[in-house]
């Protein structure tokens, strides 16, 4: 089974910011789609960015457009996630994913996932 590890959540004031990573182990995920999703209290969980290993094209939500960056490290094996002007509404569980997919806005795309990091954004 491969692992996926996310660190670098926690607690931030709304305006701040938090890189999140992803750390695969088990294989190298570089030709892997890496995703990033969220899921809050009472909420389906959603997609929130993806970087396509082929271009490195990403893609993002229309609710973090502007504010989060996702980049990949092949060196490292890692996958970011800058969160930059996070919002209360940014507050939830994030799981980052691995797929070999097309698609990247869906769930059931990817094959592996994380444990998921807790952020949480106050007001």
């Known amino acids: 089974q491969v692992q996926l590890v996310e660190s670098g959540g926690g607690l931030v004031q709304a305006g701040g910011s938090l890189r999140l990573s992803c750390a695969p182990s088990?294989?190298?995920?570089?030709?892997?789609?890496m995703g990033w999703f969220r899921q809050s209290p009472g909420k389906e969980r959603e997609f929130v960015a993806a970087?396509?290993?082929?271009?490195?094209?990403?893609y993002y939500a229309d609710s973090v457009k502007g504010r989060f960056t996702t980049s990949r490290d092949n060196g490292k094996n890692t996958v970011y996630l800058q969160m930059n002007s996070l919002k209360p509404e940014d507050t939830a569980v994030y799981y980052c994913?691995?797929?070999?997919?097309?698609?990247?806005?869906?769930?059931?795309?990817?094959?592996?996932w994380g444990q998921g990091t807790q952020v949480t954004v106050s007001s």
């Open positions: 994913a691995a797929g070999l997919s097309n698609n990247p806005f869906k769930l059931s795309e990817y094959d592996f």
């Open positions: 088990g294989r190298t995920f570089s030709m892997y789609a």
């Open positions: 970087i396509i290993s082929r271009d490195d094209n990403t």
